[in-house]
């Protein structure tokens, strides 16, 4: 497939998953005080009790454009199919445009971290309350590309650095995280200049970089001892596959076996895309870790 034309799909399935409408939850609680720091919740829709729980946590590359809203079909989907689905939002990157640069900002340090630890420690407490048919003993964690990265970190929180203000002293009660095209191995995705650099952008200049990818990238976080599935289409050019199999290689050599489940002739949005086959395999790849 030659650039123009992979990038005219690219468009079209861009299109295809962000031209659908919000769908609203069926509760939102707050985890914090600010505006961003909030979960919707989508009830199983055939009613059953004892739900698995699927936590979602959206992409945009840790931008603010994007929020919860764009992945709202797909939490809506995973409901469909009898999960319950708690969306997690959180403190992305400024809109202001970055100093050396007209993009905005990727990211936030240290509050986008703050927030997804915040949210994952609140969800014991939340689900009894806000989506009773939820079964909080069976919860996978999932995300979308920068969504992806914050999933495999929010597994890996026991093997954070010991100075990590996020570590978690034992392994979270996870029943496993299925990572959609993430942004998982941080070297890789800076040669790619993934998403137009946002990973430097997040994690800061060069010395901070050094500093905070230790506390950061999910292939130096290895290994977690939680069910890991990466989920990524073979014809992405904005996750390129190369950074899935770079952090399934460091899994390896961290004597870790993690799933690599590659869809051939996928780009990067049919993942959440509730009318692609794509989200059929995801839907799949859940089920068999909550069941």
Known sequence: MSDSSARDRDAAETESALSRPPVAPD???????????????????????????????????????????????????????????????????????????????????????????????????????????????????????????????????????????????VPPPLRGVVALAPIADFTTAVELDVCSGAVGQFLGREEDFEARAPHADPAVLLPTGIATTVVQGTTDIDVPQAVSEAFVDAAAKAGETVGLTLLPGVGHFPLIDPATDACAVVAEELAQLAW
């Open 27 to 169: 509760a939102t609680a707050a985890y914090g005080s600010h505006p961003d720091q909030v979960i919707d919740f989508y009830a199983p829709r055939d009613g059953r009790t004892g739900a698995p729980v699927v936590v979602v946590v959206h992409g945009g590359a840790w931008r603010a454009p994007y929020d919860r809203k764009h992945v709202s079909p797909f939490a809506d989907f995973l409901a469909r199919r009898g999960f319950a689905v708690a969306s997690v939002e959180y403190r992305c990157g400024s809109e202001i445009p970055q100093q050396r640069g007209s993009g905005p900002v990727a990211g936030r340090w240290p509050e986008t971290f703050d927030d997804v630890a915040a949210a994952m420690d609140a969800l014991p407490a939340l689900l009894p309350r806000e989506i009773p048919q939820a079964d909080a003993r069976r919860i996978v964690v999932t995300g979308h590309s920068a969504g992806g990265q914050l999933a495999l970190w929010a597994a890996a929180r026991h093997v954070l650095p010991e100075d990590s203000p996020w570590r978690l002293p």
